[in-house]
Structure formats: structure tokens, C-alpha cells
T-cell receptor
Framework: KQEVTQIPAALSVPEGENLVLNCSFTDSAIYNLQWFRQDPGKGLTSLLLIQSSQREQTSGRLNASLDKSSGRSTLYIAASQPGDSATYLCAVRLSYGQNFVFGPGTRLSVLP | GAVVSQHPSWVICKSGTSVKIECRSLDFQATTMFWYRQFPKQSLMLMATSNEGSKATYEQGVEKDKFLINHASLTLSTLTVTSAHPEDSSFYIC??????????FGPGTRLTVL
């Protein structure tokens, strides 16, 4: 059974810092991995989707990497801003058409 | 990206009543829809998988007679919480896929049972 963990559970940093969020999954035979952002009481915002054949994806200040063999992904946020404060969720899919398995999330606070 | 809507966005009901939540794919045909539940300060957990025209597949521990799922068309799936109790209060999110690499998530429905 696929399990997804995220470290750290919570993170508080001053504005401007670069930071790394970590995601681990137990079954390396994934179809794809996706990072989401969730603001309190809100739905999910898709940040980056990495297919199993890809090593990384970039969007603006965000960069996500994927190492399937070791069962790890990292989300790198450059020059953090208070508006980045949210919970970041990592999720994996084992095959096309299947559901996501979500990690518990990392709660990020960026202090002005 | 494709758009998935949910209705209502929030609902408050009395214990013992039934509540229906709709999940619609607005600009694509969703052959499969997933229903997730998220309790406060927890992550999303899959409740059931719904394929158009067939019975939903429920995850272990999810009562199929309590959480009725209907996926009668390629753009609509409904989740009915029957005889709701306070412990059913949660954030319910659907996602839909229809031949894409990506799944698209609805904005969620917050259910509060008094």
C-alpha cells in the first residue's frame, strides 16, 4: 500500500528565504506526482505535476524534483513571500486513472 | 486547465438529515470521479471511486449505505450523506479525470452537521 510522508510538518521562515519541502513515498512505481497548495478552509491549487519519466518541473519561483528510485520529491521555493503561507501537499498516483494518495502536508508560514 | 465545480460550497444541516453534494466537470467529460474527505488539520483521504454508469468502489471503512454516490452522466457525480451525524462534518472534495494525465479538483464542500 502506497504511503506518502512529508517533512517537515510545519515550517516558519522569514520573508526572502529559500526553502525546501520534502516528500517521500513507499512504492516507487508511480505514474506521476503532484504538488498542491491549500489555503485554510479552501480547496486545492495545483502547483506542479511531474510525470514518472521526468526529473523536475519549474514554475516561477517553484521547482519540484522527482527521484523515483529513492521514492523522493522536493519542492523548492525561492525568495519566499508572506503570500506563500499555506499548507503544501504532495500526492502520488500509481497508474493512469487511479486516485491520488496524499501526504499529510507541510504547513508553511512566511513572516514579513 | 479543465474546471470542476462543486455545489454547495458549504452546508449546515441538522443531525439525521441527508445532504447531497454535486461535482460537475464543466468543460470535459469525466469518465472517473473521485471523492475525498478531509478532517480538520488532516490530509485528504479517498472515500470512493466513481465511474460513469457503474457502481462506485468504496475504500475500506467507508460505509456505502451512508455515503451514496451516483455518477449517472459524464459530467456529474453526486455524493449523498444519509442520516448525517456530527462526526460526518468534514471538507468533501471531488476530482475528475477523463483521458488526461492530470486530475482536476473541485473547490470542496464544507459540511457541518449540528
Amino acid at each position: 500500500k502506497q504511503e506518502v510522508t512529508q517533512i517537515p510538518a510545519a515550517l516558519s521562515v522569514p520573508e526572502g528565504e529559500n526553502l525546501v519541502l520534502n516528500c517521500s513515498f513507499t512504492d516507487s512505481a508511480i505514474y506521476n506526482l503532484q504538488w498542491f497548495r491549500q489555503d485554510p478552509g479552501k480547496g486545492l491549487t495545483s502547483l506542479l505535476l511531474i510525470q514518472s519519466s521526468q526529473r523536475e518541473q519549474t514554475s516561477g519561483r517553484l521547482n519540484a524534483s522527482l527521484d523515483k528510485s529513492s521514492g523522493r520529491s522536493t519542492l523548492y521555493i525561492a525568495a519566499s513571500q508572506p503570500g506563500d503561507s499555506a499548507t503544501y501537499l504532495c500526492a502520488v498516483r500509481l497508474s493512469y486513472g487511479q486516485n491520488f494518495v496524499f501526504g499529510p502536508g507541510t504547513r508553511l508560514s512566511v513572516l514579513p | 486547465g479543465a474546471v470542476v465545480s462543486q455545489h454547495p460550497s458549504w452546508v449546515i444541516c441538522k443531525s439525521g438529515t441527508s445532504v447531497k453534494i454535486e461535482c460537475r466537470s464543466l468543460d470535459f467529460q469525466a469518465t472517473t470521479m473521485f471523492w475525498y474527505r478531509q478532517f480538520p488539520k488532516q490530509s485528504l483521504m479517498l472515500m470512493a471511486t466513481s465511474n460513469e454508469g457503474s457502481k462506485a468502489t468504496y475504500e475500506q471503512g467507508v460505509e456505502k449505505d451512508k455515503f451514496l454516490i451516483n455518477h449517472a452522466s459524464l459530467t456529474l457525480s453526486t455524493l449523498t450523506v444519509t442520516s448525517a451525524h456530527p462526526e460526518d462534518s468534514s471538507f468533501y472534495i471531488c476530482s475528475a479525470t477523463g483521458g488526461y494525465n492530470e486530475q482536476f479538483f473541485g473547490p470542496g464542500t464544507r459540511l457541518t452537521v449540528l
